[in-house]
């Protein structure tokens, strides 16, 4: 009986087409974006594919565009959406509107972009006194005209600064290709310290020193940091703290020095929002930052993230993926969303004045009129929940519950193994030798690496398992 009833239910699923949805752009929210649709995935009646490539905003803005994807300047976007923490400069928006090419922005989180260093023996702000940093000393470590730690300038900021020798080098790492972060970092010195940093080193891609480091990606950008003592680098606050990274502590406009994660906990990110945004989500966001806002807990470099789409979307095929990508972009929208999910990311939700014009937004964009209109069951819905065109969240696959159960414990184990990595090396520690055993600070690395990786690799064998017995028994394909 119940085999009878899986195969009459595996019938019209069978003939139906996948229904697909795929975006690109910014690294920073990835894990954020990559979380709810996979949410979006597991809670569909109807096969769903949805992806997001974390390729920066630079090509995330690039793959919206589509200047030249068919032909000559024919703004035919590589993706059904783009991302990034940067908004559509205004040349690129008055372009596409010469063109009668219409698009929105819908801001979907707030985040922070700070500083992490690997200097030996200095810990964060509170351990050891941490590492304080303004933005002209910065500014001038960047341009590779301070290149040592014990720099007068840098000592004045950090009164018995201990280092491991005189003279011990600065290492400078910087992103490879156009980055948000890059654009966010440059912006900032120059609002900051103008003197030391002009505006032709400001942009999603400079020409860097050539003693510098180049970084692919927040991944490459944390190896960097971890792989070379001594060296200073810039990413997301969230990554950087997931990674058990040290932060430096920077002196915002108001003259206090402070972590991201200090500020957070103050509400100095979402302060950093009071800046004005367009009222309106298809008007030129091409001035929009958020640096350098007044308040003594304020960040000084807070980004917001920025889904791109174009008000026709006709050029996604399916019209039932259309009216799906506005559902999930509504779901962005939604301060419990973003607070239950992203949060632990290290991304805040915008203000609410700021969701509302989102979602005006949203309603500017148009889908074929054959889409179906899709809707989340939260609240059990009777009969209506089982419909072809419901997100329910009374639908989950038991391997997504399981990882979802474990998951936690896994991230957990992690930013344990990644604190003691950084918890050894803000000591200046080399060896084990406080604990009688013989560990070089190489062994120790591998020890870390190959702890994480069994994490890992209990989570994928559990869920490989319970893939593998859902088949058997004919319940998955």
Not at 299 to 326: C, E, F, T
Not at 342 to 370: H, N, R, W, Y
Request: hydrophobic share 35%.
């Amino acid at each position: 009986m119940i085999s009878a009833l899986l195969a009459a239910a595996a019938g019209p699923l069978a003939q139906s087409h996948t229904i697909q949805l795929h975006g690109s752009g910014t690294t920073n929210p990835s894990k954020c974006l990559w979380l709810l649709m996979s949410q979006f995935q597991d809670r569909a009646l109807l096969p769903t594919r949805m992806t997001y490539r974390a390729v920066g905003s630079s090509t995330g803005q690039f793959e919206f565009l589509g200047r030249n994807n068919t032909t000559p300047f024919s703004y035919m976007p590589y993706n059904d959406f783009g991302a990034g923490d940067i908004p559509i400069s205004t040349e690129d928006y008055t372009d596409l509107k010469a063109k009668n090419i219409g698009f929105v922005h819908i801001p979907f989180v707030l985040g922070a972009i700070t500083m992490f260093h690997s200097v030996p023996g200095v810990g964060n702000g509170g351990e050891n006194g941490g590492l304080n940093l303004s933005p002209c000393v910065l500014a001038r470590i960047f341009k590779r005209d301070i290149t040592v730690w014990d720099h007068e300038d840098i000592l004045k900021l950090n009164d018995g600064l201990s280092l491991p020798y005189e003279d011990y080098p600065i290492t400078v790492a910087h992103r490879k290709l156009g980055s948000s972060s890059t654009s966010s970092i440059t912006a900032y010195l120059h609002k900051s310290c103008p003197t030391e940093w002009p505006v032709e080193l400001v942009g999603k891609t400079i020409d860097w020193p050539k003693d510098t480091e180049s970084c692919e990606g927040s991944g490459g950008m944390t190896n960097c940091i971890r792989d070379v003592p001594g060296t200073i680098g810039y990413i997301d606050a969230g990554h950087g703290h997931d990674e058990g990274l040290i932060e430096i502590e920077l002196r915002n406009i108001d003259g206090t020095f402070l972590s991201s994660k200090e500020a957070a906990a103050k509400g100095g990110i979402g302060a950093a929002a009071g800046a004005a945004l367009p009222t309106s989500a298809d008007a030129d966001f091409g001035g929009v930052n958020l640096l350098n806002q007044p308040g003594p807990d304020t960040w000084p470099i807070v980004a917001v993230s920025y889904i791109y789409v174009r008000k026709d979307l006709g050029h996604m095929d399916d019209p039932n993926a259309q009216s799906l990508l506005k559902l999930f972009l509504k779901t962005l929208t939604e301060e419990e969303t973003i607070t239950k999910n992203c949060a632990q990311f290290g991304f805040e939700p915008v203000p609410s004045k700021v969701s509302t014009m989102a979602l005006k937004g949203i309603d500017m964009i148009t889908t074929d009129a054959t889409a179906a209109e899709w809707i989340i069951e939260t609240d059990t819905m009777k009969g209506g929940g089982q419909g072809d065109y419901v997100i329910s969240k009374k639908r989950r696959s038991y391997v997504e519950y399981a990882q979802s159960s474990t998951t936690a414990d896994v991230a957990t184990a992690m930013k344990e193994v990644s604190g003691l990595q950084s918890s050894r090396s803000a000591q200046g520690s080399t060896s084990s030798k406080e604990m009688g055993i013989a560990f070089t600070e190489n062994d120790e690395k591998l020890i870390g690496a190959a702890v994480a990786m069994s994490a890992i690799s209990l989570v994928l064998w559990f869920g490989t398992a319970t893939w593998f017995v859902l088949r058997t028994k004919g319940i998955v394909g």
